[in-house]
């Protein structure tokens, strides 16, 4: 069975600065994707990114990257240069097995502080 | 612009009643999603498919039912709706299939309510 833990229910941090979003995963399977994807209050969800298990750099996307490491099984996003707009929830998710049977996490509530 | 738009924004039910929770996809994806998401809880998976008349069982399936009968329309069914189905339930579709990984397109979601 997949698993994905996040632990963190709520975070805070300063404008401009960096953040890391804690991310564990648990599967069996030797092919599966992370994925983290952002819910702002209007309650829409936006895909972030992407990183695939056999992805040998950490993937980037603008001011999100994604740290993975394969051994401890985590996949922390983070977010440089926090903006306000970034305050929403922040769900990690993973993908394995021939379906692509997609799972989530549990979410982190982000706020950005002026 | 690619889209999935799920039937009814809120919904309030009766308890026993049959509910239908309808979603329908534009960009003929192979997989379609079912999900609730409730406060503490995050998204959990109800029921998928990943083809015409094809489901698989997600995590918490008790007390649903699916159907998808064409590729772009993904129902979920309550046969009958308890207090404990209160929540929002939210479709995805993903053009992935077996070996490959993509991104989930979700629809805006459905709060539906049970009485």
Known sequence: AQKITQ????????????????CTYDTSDPSYGLFWYKQP??????????QGSYDQQNATEGRYSLNFQKARKSANLVI????LGDSAMYFCAMDSGGYQKVTFGTGTKLQVIP | DV??????????KRTGEKVFLECV?????ENMFWYRQDPGLGLRLIYFSYDVKMKEKGDIPEGYSVSREK?????LILESASTNQTSMYLCA????????????FFGEGSRLTVL
């Not at chain 1, 209050?41 to 972030?48: A, C, D, T």
């Not at chain 1, 440089?80 to 903006?83: G, H, I, K, L, Y």
């Open chain 2, 25 to 29: 996809q534009d960009m003929d994806h």
């Open chain 1, 80 to 83: 440089s240069a926090s903006q």
């Open chain 1, 7 to 22: 632990t963190q229910p709520g975070m805070f941090v300063q404008e401009k600065e960096a953040v890391t979003l804690d």
């Open chain 2, 3 to 12: 889209k999935v738009t799920q039937s009814s924004r809120y919904l309030v």
């Open chain 1, 41 to 50: 209050s209007s309650g829409e969800m936006i895909f972030l990114i992407y």
């Open chain 2, 71 to 75: 590729k772009e329309r993904f129902s």
């Open chain 2, 93 to 104: 579709s993903s053009p992935s299939t077996t070996g490959d990984h993509g991104e989930l």
